[in-house]
């Protein structure tokens, strides 16, 4: 059972990532892609009617830990205070970026929320790779299974690290160009023009660097944790992600070269969904590593609630999901195809 939620869990963000990630990097790529106002206004309305819904997946996934794993939860967000922090502000910025910035027309108006939207886009996709960084590295997790964390200490990856060090930092700009790969594949599928033609040329150049970039990583994380890799192997579901990493790297180099877009945009999330499975299962049962000592580490099984609790989650999740899951098909429908800036109601954009 407690597998089970687990993969749920691991599921429901890694929805989470690859609706609103292409969000993050349409978002990152803003100016680059978009020139003038009225360009401008193609990029936020291929983003403006749909960025709300997508945070439903971030609320559900909150709401799974919250209900199964209740002492991973009370232990992470106390230690990762100053993140989940950074990321909320970051949040409301770029929805207040979305939906102030069109109602004035004036340029300098204007100009200061795409700024805000430019860089809380960044941000978000840096701090994200971070907390995946923090993950897989582990935390200073001590024998009563608390830990705190300052936003950096020696750079190191042992003891008592902070928020960024070395890795982390290696694993957020691996994520931000990532993710902006992932923005201009889906700014490519959704738009027409100088901005889709843009678009299409950053698709190609970034996910050219995720390749190596991921093969640092790789590395990386072989010397941070090396105990990793013979853990993994032995998980079926690690296999599997890695299958769907190369069938979706290969389709997306297809879909790149014949500028098939909707291949493209599939394969996109195809891969970045495989590339989250795979780091998903190469972790288990492990919810918290302990960099102070192995032993302090907090697995699934040590942080589950108890079986009262996962039988009433077994009676909300499927009807939420079922309502979050109608909402993505009947959006997905309704905003199909390119976008055409006279639907979107971005005011002066």
């Given amino acids: 059972m407690i597998p089970t939620w687990y993969g749920i869990a691991a599921f429901m963000l890694i929805v989470y990532v690859a609706l609103d990630g292409r969000n993050f990097g349409a978002g990152m790529l803003h100016w680059l892609v978009a020139r003038t106002p009225g360009e401008r206004r193609q990029v936020i309305a291929a983003i403006g009617p749909l960025w709300t819904w997508h945070e439903v997946w971030l609320v559900g996934f909150g709401g799974t830990v919250f209900a199964v794993f209740p002492k991973l939860l009370a232990s992470a967000f106390a230690g990762y205070y100053i993140a989940l922090f950074l ?40 701090l994200f790779g971070a907390a995946a960084g923090n993950m897989a590295r582990g935390v200073p997790l001590a024998s009563d299974g608390t830990f705190s964390m300052a936003f950096f200490t020696d750079f190191t990856t042992r003891g008592y690290v902070g928020l960024l060090d070395w890795y982390t930092v290696s694993v957020a700009l691996f994520a931000a160009v990532a993710l902006a790969a992932h923005g201009a594949t889906y700014l490519t599928l959704k738009t027409q023009g100088a901005v889709h033609d843009r678009s299409a040329r950053y698709s190609r150049v970034l996910w050219a660097s995720v390749a190596p970039l991921m093969l640092v990583i790789s590395v990386e994380s072989g010397i941070v944790r090396p105990d990793l890799l013979g853990h993994a192997m032995h998980n079926p579901l690690w296999w599997l992600g890695l299958i769907v990493i190369c069938g979706a790297a290969i389709a997306l180099a297809s879909g790149l070269t014949t500028r098939n877009e909707m291949r493209s945009f599939l394969a996109s999330n195809l891969l970045l969904g495989g590339m989250l499975a795979a780091g998903a299962a190469a972790i288990f049962p492990v919810a918290l590593h302990s960099t102070l000592a192995p032993e302090n580490s907090l697995t699934a099984y040590d942080v589950a609630a108890g079986p009262r609790s996962l039988a009433y989650a077994a009676i909300w999740w499927p009807i939420g999901f079922a309502l979050a899951a109608a909402y993505f098909v009947f959006v997905s429908q309704r905003y199909a195809g390119k976008v055409s800036v006279s639907r979107d109601n971005q005011g002066f954009y």
């Fill in 87 to 126: 990321i909320l502000w970051c949040l409301i910025l770029r929805g207040i970026a979305l939906e102030v910035g069109g109602h004035i027309n004036d340029r300098m108006w204007q100009g200061f929320w795409d700024f805000v939207f430019v860089v809380a886009n960044a941000l978000l996709a840096i």
